[in-house]
Antibody, heavy 123, light 110 residues
């Protein structure tokens, strides 16, 4: 059973950066493919990017390329998502989520989710 | 980029059957996955690979996918099924492959 525990809520000013963490337990981070999804208040789910096990690379949604960086610390089994140049529209709950241990290429889905981290961008 | 279209809302009486659709161009050629999200909670996977159920999900939840429409069916709806439902696919057809979510459907149990 995978458990994902995320860092606490953040309040940031426009133009700043935020770094959200996601601690894995039950498995090691190297066994998993971590992704990030966000949800603005009252809105739907929006995929930001994650590790593609078929290519062995981290891929980002075009909307966030150049502004988001996803990293991993395998020594602590913690994944990170850093978003820069924040604006008010980035106010959202950010979720980490994992692909299944055996993920067939081209059919990815998320079987475990973190509890979410609220990031508020306000001057 | 690939677009998934869901109705914003669906209403159903308790004990009846709810059907939530997810439209996309030739979506029948893709694997569709469905999530349930209740207020203040993270999404929960309820259907994967069009029609498979994760352990712990009631048999009342089923899925189908053909042509340009995938459907999540909830039989014998209960008050506890009231939630937002999202469909999702992996789009590998563009220059920027990635996950695509539908806009979500709010299921109201009357």
């Amino acid at each position: 059973q995978v458990q994902l525990v995320q860092s606490g809520a953040e309040v940031k000013k426009p133009g700043a950066s935020v770094k959200v963490s996601c601690k894995v337990s039950g498995y090691t981070l190297t066994e998993l493919s971590m992704h990030w999804v966000r949800q603005a208040p009252g809105k739907g789910l929006e995929w930001m990017g994650g590790f593609d096990p078929e290519d062995g690379e981290t891929i980002y949604a075009q909307k966030f390329q150049g502004r988001v960086t996803m990293t991993e610390d395998t020594s602590t089994d913690t994944a990170y998502m850093e978003l820069s140049s924040l604006r008010s529209e980035d106010t959202a709950v950010y979720y980490c989520a994992t692909l299944p241990l055996v993920a067939a290429a081209g059919t990815y889905y998320f079987d475990y989710w973190g509890q979410g981290t609220l990031v508020t961008v306000s001057s | 980029s690939y677009v998934l279209t869901q109705p914003p809302s669906v209403s159903v009486a308790p004990g009846k059957t709810a059907r939530i659709t997810c439209g996309g161009n030739n979506i029948g050629s893709k694997s569709v996955h469905w999530y349930q999200q209740k207020p203040g909670q993270a999404p929960v996977l309820v259907i994967y690979y069009d029609s498979d159920r994760p352990s712990g999900i009631p048999e009342r939840f089923s899925g189908s996918n053909s042509g340009n429409t995938a459907t999540l069916t909830i039989s014998r709806v209960e008050a506890g099924d009231e939630a937002d439902y999202y469909c999702q696919v992996w789009d590998s057809s563009s220059d920027h492959p990635g996950v695509v979510f539908g806009g979500g459907t709010k299921l109201t149990v009357l």
